[in-house]
C-alpha cells in the first residue's frame, strides 16, 4: 500500500509530491496521469509568466503564494540552469477611468510587499519609449517567464531519482481509494468530479474557460517588456495582453471564452456530450442571471475569435507595431475555473477540501504556476500532515 495517491501529474501534484519526499524521503509515492506524459493541460499550457502579486488583496492565499512562488521559482530556475526571461511588466491605463483600479493595485502591492513602482507618462517613456498609457503606468520589476514544460520535466525527473512513482495513461478510478493511505486529488479540470465521489465539492463545479494566444512572428522586437491593461478587478481574468516568452518571442493574449465541455481545444475534440449538456445548462443560466458580468464577458470574449479586433486590444497598449506580424495561433489552454453553484459566484482564490483519507485541490486557477511551491508546502501543512 502508497502512503500516498495523487491524481494529476500538473504543477501542484508534482509540487505536492516535491514537498512530501523533503519533508519524509522515505515516503511511498505514487502518481497518476490520464495523459502520457506531464503537461498536456493547464499545467504545460500555461503563459509561462511567474507573477509578482500586486493584483491579489492582502488577505488572500494568492497573495501570499504569488509573492513566495515568484521567489521560489526564480531561485529554482537558477539553481538548476532552468531558462528565465526577468522581462518585469508594465500595467497601463486606457483613460481616467482605470486609473483608480490602478492605484488599487498599487496599493496592493505595497501591502503585500511587492516591489512595485507608479510611474507617470514622461518617465515610462524615457524606460519604454512605445509604451502608451494615460498619465500613469504600474512598473512590476519581478515579473518574469519561464518555460513551463521545462519546469516540469525537471520536477518530474527530481521525483524519479527520489523514487517517486509516477504512472502515465492511468486515469483514477474508485476501487484505487483502498491502493493508499492517502488519496491527494490535483485532477485539474476534473477535481470536482474525483471530489464528488469522497463527498466533497458539493457547492462547487469547474467551469472551463478558453485562452488562446496569437505569436508575432516578424523579427522586429517592438517591446522588450510584458504590457498588461488594467483588469476588472470583479472577476480573475486579467485582458488580452503581450507577454514576452522565454524565448524573446511576443505573443498576445490569452482569451477567457466559456468553453462548451471540460477539454474543448479544439474542433469536436474530446466532446463528451454529458459535459457538454451539464455545462452549456450552468453557462445559459449564468447568462440569464448576468451572474459577475457573465453576459457582457461572454459577448466580449467571443468577438475575439476576430482576429483583428483581438489585434486591436493589444494594439492599443503600444504607439507603433505592425499588425500583419501576429499571424500565429498558439495551442490553446482551459482555465479550470471554480463556480459556487449556490450563488453562482466565481471563485477567486485558492480552495482546498479534505479530511483523513482524501484532500481535494479544487481551485488552483491563475497565478496557481506561480504560487505552486508555497502552495504545495500549505497544503502538506495544512490537510496532509496536519489530519
Same mark, same amino acid.
Given at each position: 500500500m502508497y502512503d500516498y495517491l495523487i491524481i494529476g501529474a500538473g504543477i501542484i501534484g508534482l509540487s505536492i509530491a516535491r514537498e512530501l519526499k523533503q519533508i519524509d524521503s522515505d515516503a511511498n509515492i505514487l502518481i497518476i496521469e490520464k495523459e502520457p506524459d506531464i503537461g498536456y493541460h493547464s499545467s504545460g499550457r500555461n503563459s509561462g509568466v511567474l507573477h509578482a502579486g500586486f493584483y491579489y488583496t492582502s488577505s488572500s492565499l494568492k497573495a501570499k503564494f504569488t509573492k513566495e512562488g515568484n521567489k521560489a521559482l526564480t531561485i529554482y530556475c537558477e539553481e538548476n540552469n532552468l531558462k528565465i526571461n526577468k &522581462?518585469?511588466?508594465?500595467?497601463?491605463?486606457?483613460?481616467? *477611468?482605470? #486609473? %483608480?483600479?490602478?492605484?488599487?493595485?498599487?496599493e496592493r502591492g505595497i501591502k503585500n510587499g511587492v516591489e512595485v513602482e507608479l510611474i507617470d507618462k514622461s518617465e515610462l517613456s524615457k524606460r519604454f519609449k512605445n509604451i502608451k498609457t494615460y =498619465?500613469? &503606468?504600474l512598473y512590476s520589476p519581478t515579473t518574469s517567464t519561464v518555460n513551463p514544460k521545462e519546469i516540469l520535466s525537471h520536477i518530474k525527473e527530481e521525483l524519479l531519482k527520489n523514487k517517486v512513482e509516477i504512472r502515465f495513461n492511468t486515469s483514477y478510478s474508485n476501487d484505487m481509494?483502498? +491502493?493508499?493511505?492517502?488519496?491527494?486529488?490535483?485532477a485539474g479540470l476534473y477535481a470536482d468530479k474525483v471530489a464528488k %465521489?469522497? !463527498?466533497? *465539492?458539493? +457547492?462547487?463545479?469547474?467551469? /472551463?474557460?478558453?485562452?488562446?494566444?496569437l505569436k508575432y512572428t516578424k523579427p522586429d522586437h517592438f517591446i522588450n517588456t510584458n504590457i498588461y491593461p488594467v483588469p476588472n478587478l470583479k472577476n480573475p481574468f486579467l485582458g488580452v495582453h503581450y507577454t514576452i516568452t522565454v524565448d524573446n518571442e511576443i505573443?498576445?493574449? /490569452?482569451?477567457?471564452?466559456?468553453?462548451?465541455?471540460?477539454?474543448?481545444?479544439? !474542433? #469536436?475534440?474530446?466532446?463528451k456530450l454529458n459535459e457538454f449538456l451539464d455545462i452549456i445548462f450552468t453557462e445559459a443560466k449564468l447568462f440569464l442571471l448576468n451572474s459577475f458580468g457573465f453576459r457582457n464577458l461572454a459577448f466580449s470574449e467571443m468577438k475575439k475569435y476576430n482576429k483583428n479586433y483581438f489585434v486591436s486590444l493589444a494594439k492599443s497598449m503600444v504607439y507603433k507595431v505592425d499588425k500583419d !506580424?501576429?499571424? =500565429?495561433? *498558439?495551442? /490553446?489552454?482551459?482555465?479550470?475555473?471554480?463556480?459556487?453553484? =449556490?450563488?453562482? %459566484?466565481? #471563485?477567486?482564490?485558492?480552495?482546498?477540501? !479534505? +479530511?483523513? =483519507?482524501?484532500?481535494?485541490?479544487?481551485?488552483?486557477? *491563475? /497565478?496557481?504556476?506561480?504560487s505552486s511551491f508555497p502552495f504545495a508546502k500549505w497544503v502538506v501543512e495544512n490537510y496532509i500532515l496536519g489530519k
Amino acid at each position: 500500500m502508497y502512503d500516498y495517491l495523487i491524481i494529476g501529474a500538473g504543477i501542484i501534484g508534482l509540487s505536492i509530491a516535491r514537498e512530501l519526499k523533503q519533508i519524509d524521503s522515505d515516503a511511498n509515492i505514487l502518481i497518476i496521469e490520464k495523459e502520457p506524459d506531464i503537461g498536456y493541460h493547464s499545467s504545460g499550457r500555461n503563459s509561462g509568466v511567474l507573477h509578482a502579486g500586486f493584483y491579489y488583496t492582502s488577505s488572500s492565499l494568492k497573495a501570499k503564494f504569488t509573492k513566495e512562488g515568484n521567489k521560489a521559482l526564480t531561485i529554482y530556475c537558477e539553481e538548476n540552469n532552468l531558462k528565465i526571461n526577468k &522581462a518585469q511588466k508594465i500595467v497601463v491605463a486606457k483613460d481616467e *477611468s482605470e #486609473l %483608480e483600479t490602478l492605484k488599487e493595485l498599487y496599493e496592493r502591492g505595497i501591502k503585500n510587499g511587492v516591489e512595485v513602482e507608479l510611474i507617470d507618462k514622461s518617465e515610462l517613456s524615457k524606460r519604454f519609449k512605445n509604451i502608451k498609457t494615460y =498619465k500613469l &503606468a504600474l512598473y512590476s520589476p519581478t515579473t518574469s517567464t519561464v518555460n513551463p514544460k521545462e519546469i516540469l520535466s525537471h520536477i518530474k525527473e527530481e521525483l524519479l531519482k527520489n523514487k517517486v512513482e509516477i504512472r502515465f495513461n492511468t486515469s483514477y478510478s474508485n476501487d484505487m481509494k483502498n +491502493d493508499a493511505k492517502m488519496v491527494i486529488n490535483c485532477a485539474g479540470l476534473y477535481a470536482d468530479k474525483v471530489a464528488k %465521489e469522497f !463527498g466533497f *465539492s458539493k +457547492d462547487y463545479k469547474i467551469l /472551463p474557460f478558453k485562452g488562446i494566444y496569437l505569436k508575432y512572428t516578424k523579427p522586429d522586437h517592438f517591446i522588450n517588456t510584458n504590457i498588461y491593461p488594467v483588469p476588472n478587478l470583479k472577476n480573475p481574468f486579467l485582458g488580452v495582453h503581450y507577454t514576452i516568452t522565454v524565448d524573446n518571442e511576443i505573443k498576445i493574449g /490569452p482569451t477567457a471564452i466559456p468553453a462548451f465541455w471540460r477539454e474543448n481545444y479544439q !474542433g #469536436l475534440n474530446n466532446f463528451k456530450l454529458n459535459e457538454f449538456l451539464d455545462i452549456i445548462f450552468t453557462e445559459a443560466k449564468l447568462f440569464l442571471l448576468n451572474s459577475f458580468g457573465f453576459r457582457n464577458l461572454a459577448f466580449s470574449e467571443m468577438k475575439k475569435y476576430n482576429k483583428n479586433y483581438f489585434v486591436s486590444l493589444a494594439k492599443s497598449m503600444v504607439y507603433k507595431v505592425d499588425k500583419d !506580424g501576429f499571424n =500565429k495561433w *498558439s495551442k /490553446p489552454g482551459i482555465r479550470a475555473q471554480l463556480i459556487n453553484t =449556490k450563488t453562482n %459566484e466565481l #471563485l477567486q482564490d485558492f480552495v482546498v477540501e !479534505g +479530511d483523513a =483519507k482524501s484532500v481535494h485541490v479544487l481551485n488552483a486557477v *491563475s /497565478p496557481a504556476f506561480t504560487s505552486s511551491f508555497p502552495f504545495a508546502k500549505w497544503v502538506v501543512e495544512n490537510y496532509i500532515l496536519g489530519k
